[in-house]
């Protein structure tokens, strides 16, 4: 479609083919299986000789017009669409991983991360090493030869760390480690994270993309920029498929026999809310760096943490990488987890919730719901204070959303 603006190839992204009644959504293939015309031809689709489609279970046309969609405005080399983010994460580590080998990673990820490397999948003989991203020398100690993905998340949720990209995809090309990047926080209508070195996008379509918590979905974007020659893992499938290993073995086997294939009916609405994703992102990303500034005025607050702050330590790298909006979530410390219990319970307009992104401003206490299940000692490990609220802000106007703030602090 030639050099036109992101929101113009998502709303203009064209059927695989042509619709008998010419609708201009896509419509919903509420359907399992599909007939074929021969033995011969449902021979060569199961065995994937063609293209046609099998079974929804592995892919459907409108999950897979969700898919072109996303990968005609990120410029992936392939976008796999999943039941949930974490549904992602799996996928992506159990194609890359093996037993025996490590996955390099920060102790500061989301609470059900952390739980997936630490308990599920060590079980099954992968190593998790947690250290400090941040700091490229304790990385470079902590990678070997067995080391098979960097994992990280951009901006982490909620202690909001921001690593070097760049340094850390330079230290995983010479290595030859994958660089995994949960990009969720930052949308892509804002951030190419092809352009800093990422191999391996996962994202929550659960987020900004459906609209206003329409529904769970997770998008793996596989940009084909690893040389995977070099992966104990993948070496066999490199030597048939090329640059597209990793797609290759995750689709045609972990994909496959996992299950957790996104439904058309997640797919319909998330093609919805992808349309509308950008201006959305826009207003939610302002109100929130307003609204950052603001709460830094009140007495009742100890601390904001926000990284498009010009005072915050991660300010000139975030706005590098992620521009003057890198995001719509903030956090804030109030002066113990009592105050904080007392704060939430005052609260009028913004609701109690877990989830990001909504249409609607959410507020939640992460050490006691998100963390609630760690010990304090890990809590402490991994960054997370009794003191602090996480706040997803939405569409409201910011008036509101600072009145009731203010009215819930005094």
Not at 285 to 306: F, H, K, M, P
Request: charged share 20%; proline share 2%.
């Amino acid at each position: 479609m030639g050099d036109i603006s992101f929101e113009a190839k998502v709303l203009h992204t064209t059927f695989e083919k042509q619709d008998a009644y010419n609708a201009l959504s896509m419509p919903v293939y509420n359907c399992a299986a599909y007939e074929f015309e021969s033995a011969e031809a449902m021979e060569a689709a199961f065995c994937g000789r063609t293209m046609d489609y099998a079974y929804s279970r592995i892919t459907n046309p409108t999950v897979q017009y969700f898919e072109n969609r996303v990968r005609a405005v990120t410029e992936a080399m392939s976008v796999t669409a999943l039941n949930s983010g974490m549904a992602a994460i799996t996928h992506v580590l159990m194609t890359l991983g093996r037993a025996g080998a490590n996955i390099v990673t920060s102790p500061h990820l989301f609470g059900n991360t952390v739980s997936l490397l630490k308990n599920t999948l060590s079980a099954f003989g992968l190593e998790v090493r947690f250290c400090n991203l941040t700091n490229m020398s304790e990385v470079l100690a902590n990678v070997d030869h067995n080391t098979c993905a960097i994992f990280l998340e951009v901006i982490t949720n909620p202690q909001l760390e921001v690593a070097d990209l760049k340094a850390l995809a330079t230290i995983a090309t010479e290595c030859h480690i994958p660089l995994i990047a949960d990009t969720t926080v930052v949308p892509f209508s804002v951030f190419r994270g092809q352009d800093f070195g990422i191999n391996i996008e996962i994202i929550s379509s659960t987020k900004y993309i459906s609209g206003g918590a329409t529904s769970l979905g997770g998008l793996i974007l596989d940009h084909g920029t690893f040389d995977y020659s070099h992966s104990i893992t993948l070496k066999k499938w490199y030597e048939e498929f090329g640059n597209k290993a990793f797609t290759a073995r995750m689709r045609k086997e972990i994909h496959r026999n996992l299950g957790a294939y996104m439904t058309p009916q997640v797919a319909y609405m998330q093609t919805l809310g992808l349309e509308t994703m950008q201006i959305r992102f826009e207003r939610m990303a302002s109100t929130c760096l307003e609204l950052a500034g603001r709460l830094q005025t009140l007495d009742g607050i100890v601390s904001v943490n926000y990284t498009g702050l010009k005072d915050n330590p991660y300010y000139k790298l975030s706005t590098a990488q992620f521009g003057a909006y890198p995001s719509a979530m903030l956090t804030f410390d109030l002066s113990s987890r009592e105050a904080c219990f007392a704060f939430m319970n005052r609260l009028k307009l913004i609701r109690r919730a877990t989830n990001l992104f909504d249409n609607k401003t959410l507020a939640i206490h992460p050490a006691s719901t998100i963390f609630g299940t760690f010990t304090e000692e890990e809590r402490q490990e991994m960054g997370i204070s009794q003191q602090t609220i996480r706040l997803s802000v939405g569409l409201e106007a910011g008036d509101d959303l600072f009145n009731d703030i203010m009215q819930a602090l005094f």
